[in-house]
């Protein structure tokens, strides 16, 4: 059992957010919607929750109304084996009306902020010398290219 699981507050978008989400990523569902009772405070039969999975992850979205907004104070880490994975997650996300923002960050068109970044960011960050040379390639990217970033961490 998944112990701690992910509450995204939406205004209105929950399902069409998660549906968004589960085409993206492989072996994604949608695991069940409820809607709005009387007597509470959304509009009546409006999805209320969603619960999904990524990836096996298990999220629940909220249609929470437009009081709370997403923020870079929190993000979803993706970790990629491939330039392709990540060519793939960042073009998906960015779709629609996402933006790209800057060292392997992108906000998507709801307005959540995700990092696409290699598996091996933590090996290639190994030593304070790859460290730096690795943070400098980092720092003028917006989508990461794991081959510049390889070549940084082995001086090159």
């Given amino acids: 059992m998944q112990r701690i699981t992910p509450f995204l507050w939406f205004d209105t978008q929950a399902e069409e957010a ?31 929750v969603v619960n999904f999975e990524l990836d096996g992850q298990k999220f629940i979205a909220l249609n929470g109304g437009p009081t709370f907004k997403f923020t870079e104070a929190i993000s979803l880490l993706v970790n990629c084996e491939t330039q392709q994975e990540i060519d793939h997650y960042w073009t998906k996300l960015t779709a629609g009306g996402g933006n790209e923002v800057e060292c392997g960050w992108l906000k998507d068109k709801y307005g959540l902020s995700w990092q696409i970044v290699p598996a091996n960011l933590e090996k290639l960050l190994g030593t304070p010398e790859k460290a730096k040379r690795v943070m400098a390639v980092v720092m003028k990217s917006k989508k990461l290219n794991m081959a510049e970033m390889e070549r940084a961490a082995e001086g090159k």
Avoid: D, H, L, W
Avoid at 39 to 48: D, L, Y
């Fill in 18 to 48: 998660a549906n968004f989400y589960v085409s993206i990523f492989k072996n994604s569902r949608i695991t069940s919607i409820s809607r709005y009772p009387e007597g509470t405070p959304g509009p009546v039969g409006q999805v209320m």
